[in-house]
C-alpha cells in the first residue's frame, strides 16, 4: 500500500496563477482533508470531505476550493494564486470520524 | 483562532533525559490526538487519548488528559537521538481537527 500519496512536491506559481494538488489514498478511507502548514502556526485545516461527494470549509477556505468526485481522491485548487498562499500542503485521510489521520508527505508551493 | 498552543515551543535535552510537551486547546474534544513530524516530512501519528481517559501509555510514550483545564502533556521517556522532530497536538471536535503550534524537540547524542 502506498497509503497517502500528494502531487506535485513542489511547485512555483506567479501570482494570479491556478494550479490543482492532488492527494490520492489507497486505505479506502471515508474522511480527508486539507491542510496547510506556515512556519509557527502549526497545521491549519482548509477543507475537508466525510465522503465521496462531500466537501466541507475548514478554518482558512477562503482563496481554495475542493472536490470529492471519487472516494480515493481529494482535489485541492487554487483559482488565483496570491503570495500569503505560499505554504506546504498536506492531505490526510482516516477511516472514520474518530480513528487517527494518514499524512501525506506534503507539497510545497511557492507563489511569487 | 481555534488552535490550541504548545509549550515549550523548543526543547533541548540530552539523550537518555525525558521530555515533556504540554498542550493547551480551547473547544470541547471527542479525542486528544499527539503527531511527530521530522523535518521536511508529514505527521506520523504517535497516540490518542478519548475524552473520558486520563491517561494513557505506548511503549516510551506516557500522555495525559485533563478536560477540566482543557490542557494535555506528553512525556517521551529515555529519549534518543532519533526522537528529534517536532510533536503537536491535535484536538478531535468530530470532523474537524485543530492542531497546536508544535514543540520542536533536539535531543543532543
Known amino acids: 500500500n502506498a497509503g497517502v500519496t500528494q502531487t506535485p512536491k513542489f511547485r512555483v506559481l506567479k501570482t494570479g496563477q491556478s494550479m490543482t494538488l492532488l492527494c490520492a489514498q489507497d486505505?479506502?478511507?471515508?474522511?480527508m482533508y486539507w491542510y496547510r502548514q506556515d512556519p509557527g502556526m502549526g497545521l491549519r485545516l482548509i477543507h475537508y470531505?466525510?465522503?465521496?461527494?462531500?466537501?466541507a470549509k475548514g478554518e482558512v477556505p477562503d482563496g481554495y476550493n475542493v472536490s470529492r468526485l471519487k472516494k480515493q481522491n481529494f482535489l485541492l485548487g487554487l483559482e488565483s494564486a496570491a503570495p500569503s498562499q505560499t505554504s506546504v500542503y498536506f492531505c490526510?485521510?482516516?477511516?472514520?470520524?474518530?480513528?487517527?489521520?494518514?499524512f501525506g508527505p506534503g507539497t510545497r508551493l511557492t507563489v511569487t | 483562532s481555534q488552535q490550541g498552543e504548545e509549550d515549550p515551543q523548543a526543547l533541548s535535552i540530552q539523550e537518555g533525559e525525558n521530555a515533556t510537551m504540554n498542550c493547551s486547546y480551547k473547544?470541547?474534544?471527542?479525542?486528544l490526538q499527539w503527531y511527530r513530524q521530522n523535518s521536511g516530512r508529514g505527521l506520523v501519528h504517535l497516540i490518542l487519548?478519548?475524552?473520558?481517559?486520563r491517561e494513557k501509555h505506548s511503549g516510551r510514550l506516557r500522555v495525559t488528559l485533563d478536560t477540566s483545564k482543557k490542557s494535555s502533556s506528553l512525556l517521551i521517556t529515555a529519549s534518543r537521538a532519533a526522537d528529534t522532530a517536532s510533536y503537536f497536538c491535535a484536538t478531535d471536535a468530530g470532523n474537524q481537527f485543530y492542531f497546536g503550534t508544535g514543540t520542536s524537540l533536539t535531543v543532543i547524542p
Open positions: 487519548i478519548r475524552s473520558n481517559e
Open positions: 470531505s466525510v465522503g465521496e461527494g462531500t466537501t
Open positions: 486505505m479506502n478511507h471515508e474522511y
Open positions: 490526510a485521510s482516516r477511516t472514520s470520524g474518530l480513528g487517527e489521520q494518514y
Open positions: 473547544t470541547s474534544i471527542n479525542n
